[in-house]
C-alpha cells in the first residue's frame, strides 16, 4: 500500500511540476498517507461551511473539500471520520492525534505555524462585519467603535478589530460563531466580524446582513500535525486539482450562490510546506 501510494505521488508531482521533497525515505515516516482511514476535523456550527445535521452527519463547503482532498489521498467517505474541532482546541488536537486533518475555516497565520503545519490555502476569503438588517449604524469596521463585538474563543478575527486596528470596541465572548450568531439576534452584542463565508451561510433567511466592507485576507489551510512534509504537499497537489477540475467552483457554487459575494475560483497562492 505504502509503495503504491509514493508512486502515485510521484505521477502527480510530475504532472503539476511542483517539489517533491518528503515523499520517500526517512522524511515521510508517520505521515497519514499512510492511513487506509482518517479523521477529519470541521466545525458543527458554520452554516454552509461545518454544519452538523441532526443524524450525526456533516455539511458544507469544508465539508465537500475535505471528502475531495480525502479521496485523493486514497480515503473514500466511508473511510473517514468527521469529529467536531472547535478553535479552541485545533493545536492540541492534530498535536495529541485525535484528529488527522482539520478543514475548519483554520485561518493561516505565523503564529499558528510554529504548531501547525498548514497545507493550502484551498480558498481565500475576506473578513467582514455583520450586523442586524436594521442597523445603519455600522457602515465599515471603524464603525465598530463603541459597539459591542463578538469575542470567539480561539479565534484571532475580533483580534483583527481591536488589536491590530486598534478599535476600542466592546468584546462580547463566546464559545464559537454559533452562539454569536444567538447573542447578535437576540440584541446582546452589535457585529460579528469574521470571514465572509462564515457571514454569507449566517445570513441566508435571517434578518441580518454583511456590511460588505472588507478589510483583510484570510487564507484558509488544511491544518496537519506539524512536520508532517508528506501529507502537506500531497494534499496541495489535491487542492490544485480540485481547482482545475472544477470541483472548487462546483462546491463554491452549491454552498454560496446565493448569498451574493463574489466568489474567487482561481488557485489560491501556497504558502509552502513548512
Known amino acids: ?7 502515485v505521488a510521484a505521477i502527480l508531482v510530475a504532472a503539476t511540476g511542483l517539489a517533491g521533497c518528503g515523499l520517500s525515505g526517512e522524511a515521510d515516516q508517520g505521515s497519514i498517507l499512510h492511513k487506509r482511514s482518517l479523521v477529519i476535523g470541521v466545525k458543527e456550527d458554520q452554516p454552509s461551511l461545518g454544519l452538523k445535521r441532526s443524524d450525526g452527519t456533516y455539511e458544507g463547503f469544508d465539508v465537500d473539500v475535505a471528502k475531495y482532498v480525502a479521496g485523493k489521498l486514497g480515503v473514500p467517505p466511508s473511510r473517514i471520520t468527521f469529529r467536531t474541532t472547535p478553535s479552541s482546541v485545533r493545536e492540541d488536537a492534530l498535536a495529541t492525534g485525535a484528529v488527522d486533518m482539520i478543514f475548519a475555516t483554520y485561518s493561516i497565520t505565523a503564529q499558528r505555524k510554529t504548531k501547525v503545519t498548514f497545507a493550502g490555502p484551498y480558498y481565500v476569503p475576506h473578513q467582514d462585519t455583520l450586523v442586524r438588517a436594521d442597523d445603519s449604524s455600522i457602515k465599515n469596521v471603524r464603525d465598530l467603535k463603541g459597539k459591542r463585538l463578538c469575542e470567539v474563543l480561539g479565534s484571532n478575527s475580533w483580534k483583527r478589530v481591536t488589536e491590530e486596528r486598534k478599535i476600542t470596541a466592546t468584546t ?4 464559537n460563531y454559533g452562539e454569536c450568531l444567538t447573542k447578535l439576534l437576540a440584541n446582546q452584542l452589535d457585529a460579528i466580524s469574521t470571514d465572509d463565508l462564515i457571514l454569507a451561510g449566517f445570513a441566508v433567511g435571517r434578518p441580518l446582513k454583511i456590511i460588505n466592507s472588507p478589510f483583510t485576507d484570510e487564507k484558509y489551510g488544511v491544518g496537519l500535525k506539524k512536520g508532517d512534509l508528506a501529507a502537506c504537499e500531497a494534499v496541495n497537489r489535491a487542492v490544485i486539482q480540485m481547482y482545475q477540475e472544477g470541483k472548487a467552483k462546483e ?3 452549491k454552498w454560496f450562490s446565493k448569498s451574493g ?14
Open 251 to 253: 462546491f463554491l457554487d
Open 261 to 274: 459575494l463574489r466568489i474567487t475560483t482561481s488557485v489560491p497562492q501556497f504558502e509552502g510546506c513548512t
Open 172 to 175: 462580547v465572548k463566546a464559545k
Open 1 to 7: 500500500m505504502r509503495t503504491s501510494r509514493v508512486a
